[in-house]
Structures are given as C-alpha cells and as structure tokens.
C-alpha cells in the first residue's frame, strides 16, 4: 500500500519561511514522478514544483528563486523549502507521486503567508 502525507504547513508572514514535508510509504519508493502542487480558495490547482530521479527539478515561473524542491531517499521524503513567502503563496501543498503504475496524491498541508 502507496501513501503520501504532506505536513509543514502553518501561518508564517510575508517573507517568511516554511518547509513542507511528503513523505512517501510503502516497499517501492521512486523519485521518478513527484510533484508539489498547490491549489489556493476559489482557484484551480497549479504545478508548483518537480524533482525527477536524475535530479532535475523544475519550477512554476511565481516561485522560481524562492522555492527548492529536494529529496532524501533514506527517509523516503520530498521537501519544498519556500522562502520569501508572498500572500499569494497561500494555498494547500499538496505532493504527488507515481508508483506501480498508479498516481497518488497526498492529503495537502495548509499554507497560510498573512501579516
């Protein structure tokens, strides 16, 4: 059995830091397909950030500079380490992943940049 939780989440002001955490449990786990994506009230959710096995990483243009997605396979957890956090940024973070064929989803960690 495949899961994925996020957690990290919180209420942080403009620019700020937060550190959100998926981490990824059953016999197989791959870096070959993880995602953040993120999905702020009354919007559509959006492709924040990839990392491939080969560690190539990929960033939604909003977030470029500010944002860092890395992996650590001993643990078996994705991070996305937000920095200089923007109202904007608010959303719930959710990660994703593909494992024996199938596409699974967290359950999402809130975000909240308010002053």
């Known amino acids: 059995q495949v899961q994925l939780v996020e957690s990290g989440g919180g209420l942080v002001q403009p620019g700020g830091s937060l550190r959100l955490s998926c981490a990824v449990s059953?016999?197989?786990?791959?870096?070959?397909?993880m995602v953040w994506y993120r999905q702020a009230p009354g919007k559509e959710r959006e492709l924040v950030a990839i990392?491939?096995?080969?560690?190539?990483?990929m960033y939604a243009d909003s977030v470029k500079g500010r944002f860092t997605i890395s992996s650590d396979s001993a643990k078996n957890t994705v991070y996305l380490q937000m920095n200089n956090l923007k109202p904007e940024d608010t959303a719930v973070y959710y990660c994703?992943?593909?494992?024996?064929?199938?596409?699974?989803w967290g359950q999402g960690t809130q975000v909240t940049v308010s002053s």
């Open positions: 994703k992943g593909t494992f024996y064929g199938l596409v699974y």
């Open positions: 059953g016999p197989i786990f791959s870096f070959n397909t």
């Open positions: 990392f491939t096995s080969g560690d190539s990483t």
